[in-house]
């Protein structure tokens, strides 16, 4: 099943299965393509931000811990349950 990194929960992980590198401005995705986040990562949400807002998002890529906004996270697609 995909989702979108957005709508998941904190503790829910999966893989990357696709970003809408359209929906980022280059420099921004040449800088999560740096940090790992790219198609077949394994991810998890760890944690979103304050009570009342939800951006940003704090997520473990593979073994990096990164925060990215919501805007980015609604553009990764999240095939869920998938990563170890």
Known sequence: MYSVLANL?????????AVDWDRISVP???RLRELGLVEGA???LLHRG????KDPLAVR???TTIVIRLAHAAAISIAEGSAA
């Open 50 to 53: 304050s009570l009342f807002l």
């Open 61 to 63: 890529v593979g073994r």
């Open 9 to 17: 929960k904190p503790g829910e992980r999966g893989h990357v299965a």
């Open 42 to 44: 394994n991810i998890e």
């Open 28 to 30: 921004e995705g040449r």
